[in-house]
């Protein structure tokens, strides 16, 4: 295990309550995911990313925290998290918590504390409580789950929350809510986790004067200048361990030069990248997206990261059947329910899989990617539980869709808190276990394979709409875009590929790993 494991790390994120569930009630737990520590073995991953685990409301899926340094009785106790942080280490496996500093729960003590005070106490400066404008609130922010991104309280001020009105903001120019966040991190770090993934990182510090957003003019609460020093200060505890803890940063930016400001050497490790995400399968922008993800990390000396999905976005393997493949997060809900073509999309998963994981940086993988689950778009509007569904009157589907329990077996009898289609029994870990062809396995197979993998990327001479790279000692990946077959470059060896080849063709939406002749084995 090296230091800068972070470098080159396959990290899965554990959504924790579709995960996998032990005890029965259809929803995941703790206890879920040690029993499937072996399946994560097996898949060859470096780390889990644990998307909030803490004791939750769950307004927003537990990303509205009511106590950063407990576990929901839902998905069990702080004991068992011990247990399955100390079990994954023990397979070789790192874990990274979620941590979640722009808001907490309107159920957090101090927001408790808060609301009982009266205006001008000091336990309120560690929100944004305001007076408003007349009947208005205090500015014209909106929140982005829909909605005014202000709540007034009984006694007339208003609080600021830039997502649900359940979770307010916090203020990061108060000292208290900085040294309560680094003494949080100190808490994890102890208990043994090896990173944290950091929620809305961008979105912490405010415009004092909370201006209205105007064109040219710095943006009052996104990309604040200030906002690098929280992360600075934390950059330092997490080098205060021997063996220095990783910052990830979910940071949605889209000035390449403004976010990797963030990963700068005194700042966060790494960050998603979200430009790749949402890149339409088509050769030339996929080739400019690496490319420019390559040269606005290398500015900073920081490692790319490769990401297809996660919580919060579209599945890939419906997104790519699509006839428009890009993702843009204000088109999600619009989009939902356009046809699609999963077997096309799922073609395309699995090229793309071969890609990310070759690619020079880290790669995510969002649980269920590796069993090639679509997105499940006709959940009934009964069962949806997102507020982005229900704030917007229905409007916006939300991302259940995203979020439904994998299926471990084929028999889906068993209870669930989002249903799962009947069609994920073919699907389920159980069905592509031992099957050549799976998804499961080209996942188990690329995983395995890119540990042999080392030093930078080098584009190859292609036909059009093929993308070709090759990577130190021989190793080539050659991905068809294109609408027709086209032959394989030479080569000694094919170590994997996506689809069958046809007497050395490679046919469209496929990619191949190969062993070229020329090199040293
Ligand atoms: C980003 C998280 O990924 C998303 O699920 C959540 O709703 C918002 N941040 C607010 O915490």
């Not at 397979?91 to 722009?102: A, F, H, T």
């Not at 307010?168 to 208990?191: A, G, H, Q, T």
């Amino acid at each position: 295990m090296s230091h800068q494991w972070w470098r080159q790390a396959a990290i899965y994120q554990v959504y924790p309550r579709s995960f996998a569930d032990a005890d029965g009630d259809g929803i995941g737990d703790l206890a879920g995911v040690r029993a499937r520590l072996g399946h994560l073995r097996d898949l060859g991953i470096d780390a889990i990313w644990f998307s909030p685990w803490y004791p939750s409301p769950m307004a927003d899926a537990g990303y509205d925290v009511a106590d950063y340094r407990d576990i929901d009785p839902t998905f069990g106790t702080l004991d068992e998290a011990r247990e399955l942080i100390t079990e994954a280490h023990q397979l070789g496996i790192r874990s990274i918590v979620d941590v979640v500093p722009n808001h907490c729960s309107d159920q957090h003590e101090w927001f408790k504390e808060a609301l009982g005070a009266r205006p001008g106490d000091p336990v309120r400066d560690r929100f944004w409580f305001r007076t408003g404008r007349g009947p208005l609130p205090p500015n014209d922010w909106q929140s982005t789950f829909g909605g005014p991104a202000w709540t007034q309280v009984p006694d007339g001020e208003w609080y600021l929350h830039l997502f649900a009105p359940e979770q307010p903001d916090f203020n990061w120019d108060n000292p208290e809510v900085r040294s309560e966040f680094e003494d949080i991190l100190r808490f994890w770090f102890d208990l043994g986790v090896d990173g944290i993934r950091i929620d809305s990182a961008a979105m912490c510090v405010k415009d004092p004067e909370l201006g209205e957003i105007r064109e040219g003019e710095p943006h009052p609460y996104v990309d604040r200048d200030g906002t690098h020093e929280i992360y600075r200060a934390w950059r330092r505890i997490a080098e205060e361990y021997a063996e220095p803890r990783a910052l990830i940063g979910e940071v949605w930016l889209a000035d390449a030069e403004r976010f990797a400001r963030y990963l700068r050497p005194d700042e966060m490790h790494t960050a998603f990248n979200f430009d790749f995400l949402g890149c339409p399968w088509d050769a030339k922008a996929l080739r400019k997206v690496i490319d420019d993800t390559l040269a606005s990390h290398a500015v900073v000396g920081a490692p790319s990261t490769w990401v297809l999905s996660n919580h919060d976005v579209t599945r890939h393997v419906t997104r790519y059947g699509r006839a428009d493949t890009a993702f843009d997060f204000a088109l999600r809900g619009a989009r939902h329910g356009r046809p699609t073509d999963l077997a096309l999309g799922t073609r395309r998963a699995r090229a793309a899989a071969l890609l990310t994981t070759s690619l020079p940086g880290s790669v995510y993988v969002y649980q269920g990617e590796e069993l090639g689950l679509p997105e499940v778009e006709d959940l009934s509007d009964e069962v949806r539980d997102d507020p982005m569904y229900t704030r917007s009157g229905g409007a916006d589907p939300g991302r259940d869709g995203c979020r439904v329990p994998l299926p471990w077996s084929a028999d889906l009898t068993g209870p669930s808190w989002l249903p799962q289609p009947p069609s994920w029994a073919a699907l389920s870990v159980a069905a592509q276990q031992d099957h050549p062809g799976s998804m499961l396995t080209l996942y188990r197979a690329a995983l395995a394979g890119r540990r042999a993998l080392a030093g930078p990327m080098t584009w190859l001479e292609a036909p059009a709409d093929v993308l070709a790279f090759a990577r130190p000692g021989g190793f080539v990946c050659v991905i068809n875009l294109s609408a027709a077959a086209v032959p394989l470059p030479p080569h000694e060896q094919v170590l994997l590929s996506s689809g069958s080849l046809a007497e050395g063709q490679l046919p469209p939406d496929t990619a191949v790993w190969l062993r070229t002749i020329d090199s040293p084995a």
